[in-house]
């Protein structure tokens, strides 16, 4: 139910509030080294990598084999083929419940998004490593860690830029706020715009 001419005119209203707040609004132009290096301490999460892990797995599920005494055996000849050499990737093939076409592999996986259970195994075991069979409900699991990705975080120097560019925003962002809270308990603004003149305002604060 708002008419063009209502939109504009409510459009221009608010650039004129907003010209006045950026030209009244404190900020500086330039944040002290210091600062910006305390700002990537603070937030080092932000530009450290996640730690990261490549794995494939083999599995045995009890329904598949007819029960879990039957599973049990069927791990116990894959732990067999593995301890004489076997290629992992290949017993999951010809052998695992989960994935064979993939040869179990689970790809790179972020530490975070694996339960406790498992992360801990994972990273117990060494890069190129086999893990203990694992035994689950209604399955049995073994785990090859294939790589670990050990996060480093981005130096100082590459952010520092992008850093000071977030913080300036901020502080503008702040500053316009204050102004904003200043106007708000001051009073209010009243527009009064000339008719049939392009341009022509005037903006008096009570």
Do not use: C
Request: hydrophobic residues 35%; aromatic residues 8%.
């Amino acid at each position: 139910g708002t008419s063009v001419d209502q939109l504009r005119e409510n459009f221009f209203r608010m650039q004129m509030v907003e010209g006045y707040i950026t030209s009244v609004a404190k900020f500086p132009e330039k944040i002290d080294r210091e600062d910006l290096l305390r700002y990537y301490e603070d937030h080092l999460g932000d530009y450290t990598p996640q730690d990261q892990i490549r794995f494939a797995k083999i599995v045995v599920r009890h329904q598949d084999h007819g029960g879990a005494a039957a599973a049990e055996d069927i791990m116990g000849q894959i732990v067999a083929e593995l301890n004489q050499g076997a290629d992992f990737g290949e017993v999951a093939k010809a052998m695992s419940d989960f994935k064979p076409e993939t040869k179990g592999d689970m790809g790179w996986v972020n530490r975070e998004s694996l339960n406790v259970e498992l992360a801990d195994v994972l990273y117990r075991t060494p890069v190129g490593g086999i893990s203990p069979v694992q035994t689950l409900e209604g399955r049995y699991e073994i785990y090859k860690v294939i790589d670990r990705n050990e996060p480093k975080s981005i130096p100082f120097a590459d952010v520092q830029q992008e850093i000071e560019e977030k913080m300036l925003t901020e502080q503008k962002q702040k500053a316009r706020e204050s102004v904003r809270e200043e106007i708000r308990k001051k009073g209010h603004v009243v527009m009064i715009v000339e008719p049939r003149k392009k341009d022509v305002s005037q903006a008096i604060m009570k």
